[in-house]
């Protein structure tokens, strides 16, 4: 009998499994139908998969649990109104709102109102701005739109994120949109999990790479020892083996346990966001997910990002993008055809959300293959400097257990991929350096010939903490990379979106200040122990970050891991600039890649205790949080 004919029952059983997770089922979301002291609430004649719209100045939110189904098993969701995403909330620049939260779950709940400038009472964080909704009990927030633009919202209190709890902001600008479109769609991308969100958890701190289905396997080495040789293939697996690394580890949580769903619908569901011929359409996209990056297109479609994280950009004309939980792109698309897809892939390949933006419903179109799987580069461990690839890494080997670079020893340029060159700086002085957030503003800069803070520090300072069970590797020479896409994005043929073509519209950064003070962190880690951190310390063991209201601040981030992270700082904007202190693009959450060293400048305006973390919900829990303080 041929090979081919039949399966092993066991088999079969893990590929309908993961099939099961990856594509969902075609109606798969809410069970139950809304209680009946809900129906006021919610718009009952919104399109499938569409959430309900609210809009006014005052709004009464429920926060209860809810059934749902999409996967063929039957879990209970956090649920806002009954609704998967929550209601989409349409409100207006310049209003004072007031919004009712009232708690139906037998735990404490929370909303945070994400990229909102606000009163930090109003912030929604427990433990930081207030004390969380207890059940049974109402909360009402208030405060006055001071911004326009696209946002969201979602619980700030445990894993009820994870389990449904987000919705889309619309706040539109008093004076009319600047933005023009015959039609306005959000498209809210997320995942969901069958699992208990705790026990994923606990087992990634058991084994950190439990859910990666995208292990070096034999068909690689075979594949790199046609292409490399025999010699550099060895050497390549054994660099990573000693390293205790994993070169494919770039999602905690993959398809294995997750569904990604487009507006709450499951690809299999094929959510339709329908159109009339000759309109052009404004595509809000917002990354609600709790642990994973999306990579965006629309096959036969150009889409000219417009806005970022709410803030109106410089129009650029792009095939592709890439965003991480927390970040929003507006998007001006004008389809000819009748059906084009909507594809996101997740960064690790091992999934996608879809719909189809189409003329009816029920059409499709087709869908593209997932791309394949990319390795982590050795520039994205250890960073580059100048155009020969120059790298350096400082590696905290007792933490690994074994002596990796002594054992690397001897490995040819064609195994390291231009680890290691002429080095063009010196030694690094890592002693002087305490636990807090570094204050470089009495350092002198290079080239800065009038103010010292004319541009961002270049010199890398480890904080004394680093060196700890905490951490597993240090970048001591980064590389800003703004016009960086990312592994897997790089060289494949489309237009990806980058850092570096955002620009703000002229008038949204109001602040030309020079900052008057410069602090370093890092975004640090140890895979292994699954722990992540800022300057190697969890949250916990940490010390708030003091600013004064008003004062001009550039803040470092230098991520010395291996995956990015997405950091959203509560409270204030973080203007992204260049490494020669060039003003580009206003965010709320700035995506920072592996050895990359950006920076930013903020000012504060509103006192206060606020958040400031990692948007992959794991790494948050895990310790990446820190508190800023401003008074």
Known sequence: ??????????????????????????????????????????????????????????????????????????????TINGSIPSPTLRLREGDEVIIRVTNRLPIATSIHWHGILL???????????????????????????????????????????????????????RQGERIKADRDLVVQLSDWTDEDPMHAFSKLKMQSDIYNFNQPTFFEFTKDVSTMGLQAALEKRQMWNRMRMNPTDLSDLSAA??????????????????????ESIRLRFINASSNSFFDVRIPGLKLTVVQADGQDVEPVAVDEFRFGPGETYDALVEPEEDAYSIFAQSIDRSGYARGTLALQQGLSAPLPALDPVEWLTMADMMGTMGQGGMAQVGMDHAAMGHNAMKDMKGMNSSGMAGMMGSMSQGGMDHSQHGAMAMDHSKHSMQNATQNPLIKPSTTVKHARTEYGASVDMRVDMPSTRLDDPGIGLRNNGRRVLTLADLKSIDGVLDDHRPPTKELELHLTGNMERYSWSFDGLEFGKSSPVSLRQGERVRIILQNDTMMTHPMHLHGMWSELETDQGELRVRRHTIPVQPAQRISFLTTPHDLGRWAWHCHLLFHMDAGMFREVVVS
Do not use: C
């Open 1 to 78: 009998m041929p090979m081919t004919q039949q399966l092993p029952q066991h088999t079969q059983a893990l590929q309908l499994s993961r099939r099961r997770f990856v594509q969902g089922l075609a109606a798969g979301g809410v069970l139950a139908a809304a209680p009946a002291w809900l129906q006021a609430a919610i718009n009952s004649n919104t399109d499938l998969g569409t959430a309900p719209v609210l809009s006014g100045r005052e709004i009464d939110l429920v926060v209860a649990e809810t059934p749902v189904n999409f996967t063929g098993v039957t879990r209970m969701a956090t």
């Open 119 to 173: 009163p930090y009472q109003m912030d929604g964080v427990p433990g930081i701005s207030f004390k969380g909704i207890p059940p049974g009990e109402t909360f009402t927030y208030r405060f006055t739109l001071r911004q326009s633009g696209t946002y969201w919202y979602h619980s700030h209190s445990g894993f009820q994120e994870m389990t449904g709890m987000y919705g889309a902001l619309i706040i539109e600008p």
């Open 257 to 278: 346990t997750m569904t990604f769903l487009m507006n709450g619908t499951t690809p299999a569901g094929n959510w339709n966001g329908i159109f009339k011929r000759g």
